[in-house]
């Protein structure tokens, strides 16, 4: 059963009622972020109940060493993790001299939060009765500042009911926090500084070994009935923590609040020796703008992102609200302002995965950043890639390949592997295909050759060394193999020619090859560059190209489909029907040898080949496919529906296409997989976007040409989306009746829709 508590709004996540056991998993769902830092939603006011507290800072990690029962050579020495940054919301509240903490109140009453999606913040409000019978009414809102994202903003607001009392509150800044995935234990911050200057509290901290050295600050303001008290703060101070202590006599029916503008300031942006000045500088110009002057800022700013990212579903407030929570998480985690940032699988909600880069961002994340951005944000994606292209070639050279062959990390930081799980470091080589693949599709979209003889040729080089040094020739075969690998679906591992692994590695030798000519063609100068440094010479490429042209895919004859691996069909074939629901999620109710000899699919596999290289394979193919590996796909990866759903919508199956893309949207939502609790799956959601855009409305890129094929679930009235294509914006909206298309630029775009009209637009609307 699903969870269902969240109240169905389109532009809102609301929940209504208090319930402990939901805590951490609103905490997630609730999470906010600006593209520079993030905060779970906890309370501010201290939560003795269980919590999952988390705040996090883009860029700023701790190589957290790798622990293991057995080590393997070529292992990474760490695994790489975002931190729980030192802790800037925290507010206490006492009244009457006793604590304010659901946990221990006598009574919780009207609980309701908000997370406004269209204007960006969150809102918490409750009555409580206290264990000194004190009854209050609390209103907390809270956002991180898109325009001053340094800047996070609190109002917190205290009303008592039922007598006249004394509010003290406790805003505070504290370092000494910890991560609830350490494995180790060890200590990730050293904290050197916890001092006040007059109305502005601060901590300054350094992570070990990496040294990330972190201002967090605060200034507050009080308020009674909205005017200022101005009275002098208590300091109180321990070695890693500041609070201030403001104490006011309220009378009941009053209304007194506290204002806490508070962030972080860090090395990365800013010289080590102005941490604490230019902390204060920044709060104190949040400070006299005002809080409600800074979340007008705010609602403009979301509204600028929402003018070109938003998609519109007419008729079905559920789906609705889903793709608006999709869009407005990733925009919430990366917005392309730094290329030294990428997106991790958790983003600023949780610590799995260790908020490092996965292959996740090139297969899912780089279609809607190139569409609903403009291309400088999607090269900033690829440019990261090409920055650890050495780190790349290292990787490589620990699991002795050599000669300039580039090995991409499953999971990274800063380009050097750090994931310790023998199955994905060795065997998940799928993700350097990953990489091609977007150098490939951002040239397709944006027409933009111009980052493959600056940077990306280098980048296919290294990819294609190491497929033709990782394939295997079999003399039984006549064919090229590659042996002991674990394809997108983990499921099981160290098979032999995972079809999908396959295939990428031909696609990327061919492609890097093809590249290799038309770069020495048209741009001899970079080509010459480019060869002095990597040495690629004639009889490499030939090597290449025959590993290309010979390698082996597993096929039956019987089923007229591509295996996933050679020893597909040796398994008991039971279908995902005929398995009992109590298994379900079968990686949290079997062992893994159970699941290792299952049929079961965690995600896409040949399917996600399918995806990729659609071009390459008939419909009647595609069909075969999909009925004969979607029955044994269980879709316990977050990564899996939204595939499923744009095939399933492409073979014209639009009921299952919609279930499809409800499970992509409200992954989180409904907590399908019973994890929401750990934080959000931030990079799928992307594939949410892909479900309406390429799923329902056909859209691809043939020939430099915007093809749409549009259909519309039964249960929706309308749905519409734009699209950044080349520069031009195109919005497009798909009713039962007919599909418009619109452009407001002078010059001029033509389309292919449903595969024959040509239609040539220019600042007009189109209807057919």
Not at 721 to 744: A, G, P
Request: proline fraction near 3%; charge should be negative; hydrophobic fraction near 35%.
């Amino acid at each position: 059963m699903n969870q269902d508590y969240i109240v169905p709004n389109e532009w809102s996540l609301i929940e209504e009622g208090f319930n402990a056991e939901k805590v951490k998993s609103s905490e997630s769902l609730f999470s906010i972020g600006n593209g520079a830092m993030g905060q779970r939603a906890n309370f501010e006011e201290t939560y003795s109940g269980d919590t999952f507290q988390g705040s996090y800072i883009a860029g700023v990690y701790y190589p957290d060493k790798t622990r293991v029962g057995w080590w393997k050579n070529g292992y990474p020495e760490y695994f790489a993790k975002v931190l729980n940054a030192p802790n800037w919301i925290g507010i206490d509240v006492k009244i009457d001299g006793e604590m304010l903490d659901l946990h221990t109140c006598k009574s919780v009453s009207d609980f309701r939060r908000e997370l406004n999606m269209k204007e960006g913040w969150h809102k918490r409000s409750f009555k409580a009765i206290l264990p000194n019978d004190v009854e209050v009414e609390v209103v907390a809102t809270r956002f991180l500042s898109l325009d001053m994202d340094e800047v996070g903003a609190i109002n917190y607001e205290v009303k008592p009911l039922n007598k006249d009392v004394e509010i003290t509150f406790l805003p505070y800044v504290d370092s000494g926090i910890t991560n609830e995935d350490s494995n180790w234990d060890d200590k990730f911050w050293d904290v050197y500084e916890a001092n006040v200057e007059d109305d502005f509290g601060y901590v300054v901290s350094k992570t070990m070994k990496t040294e990330f050295h972190v201002c967090t600050g605060m200034i507050n303001q009080l308020f009674v009935d909205k005017n200022e008290v101005n009275v002098a703060p208590g300091i109180v101070q321990t070695e890693a923590k500041v609070s201030f202590c403001y104490t006011t006599s309220v009378k009941q029916g009053q209304m007194a609040s506290l204002v806490k503008m508070a962030g972080y300031v860090t090395s990365m942006n800013h010289s080590q020796d102005k941490l604490v000045s230019a902390s204060k500088s920044v709060l104190e110009k949040a400070i006299n703008l005002g809080f409600d002057a800074l979340k007008a800022q705010q609602k403009d700013a979301w509204a600028n992102i929402w003018e070109m990212a938003n998609i519109t579903i007419e008729g079905d407030v559920k789906a609705q609200q889903g793709i608006r929570f999709n869009i407005f998480q990733l925009n919430q985690t990366y917005l392309g302002k730094d290329a030294r940032l990428n997106i991790g699988p958790k983003g600023f909600t949780g610590e799995k995965y260790g908020g490092s880069t996965y292959w996740d961002t090139e297969a899912y994340c780089l279609p809607f950043y190139m569409a609903t951005k403009n291309q400088s944000v999607a090269r900033n994606l690829l440019e990261y890639r090409y920055k650890h292209l050495e780190k790349a070639i290292e990787n490589a050279e620990k699991l002795g390949f050599s000669g300039g062959a580039a090995l991409y990390p499953m999971v990274t930081m800063n380009g050097e592997e750090c994931h310790n799980e023998w199955e994905i470091t060795f065997e998940e080589i799928h993700r350097n295909g990953a990489i091609a693949y977007a150098i490939f599709n951002y040239h397709r979209f944006t027409g933009d050759y111009s980052y493959i003889p600056e940077m990306g040729l280098e980048v296919l080089i290294g990819i294609a060394r190491f497929w033709q040094q990782r394939a295997t020739f079999s003399t039984a075969k006549n064919k090229y193999v590659i042996l002991g690998v674990t394809g997108p679906n983990e499921y099981e591992n160290n098979v032999n020619n995972n079809f999908y692994t396959n295939y990428i590695a031909k696609w990327c030798i061919e492609y890097a090859l093809g590249q290799v000519h038309k770069v020495k063609a048209e741009y001899p100068s970079d080509y010459k560059r480019v060869m002095d440094k990597v040495k690629l010479f004639e009889t490499e490429m030939e090597q290449m190209k025959t590993v290309a042209e010979e390698m082996y895919f597993p096929y039956s004859e019987e089923h007229q489909v591509y295996l996933q691996q050679d020893g597909f069909l040796d398994k008991e074939l039971i279908t995902v029907t005929d398995l009992d629901k109590s298994q379900r999620p079968i990686n949290q109710k079997w062992s893994w040898d159970r699941i290792l000899r299952s049929p079961y699919i965690k995600q896409a596999d040949t399917l996600q080949g399918f995806y990729f290289f659609e071009d390459d394979f008939t419909d009647k193919e595609l069909e075969r496919h999909f009925d004969f590996y979607e029955p044994f796909t269980v879709h316990e990866s977050s990564l899996s529906p939204c595939v499923h759903s744009i095939q399933a919508a492409k073979l014209g199956r639009m009921e299952q296409a919609y279930t499809f893309y409800l499970r992509t949207s409200r992954l989180d939502l409904d907590d399908y997989n019973k994890e929401v609790h750990q934080g959000l799956h931030i990079t799928s959601m992307a594939g949410t976007w892909m479900s309406i855009v390429e799923g329902f409305g056909g859209m691809r890129v043939k020939d430099d040409v915007l093809h749409f094929n549009p259909q519309i679930p039964e249960q929706w009235k309308s749905y519409s989306f734009k699209v950044n294509f080349r520069n031009q914006i195109l919005k497009v909206n798909v009713s039962h009746d007919e599909t418009e298309f619109t452009t407001d630029n002078d010059k001029e775009l033509t389309i292919v829709v449903n595969g024959e009209e040509r239609v040539t637009l220019s600042r007009k609307v189109e209807k057919i």
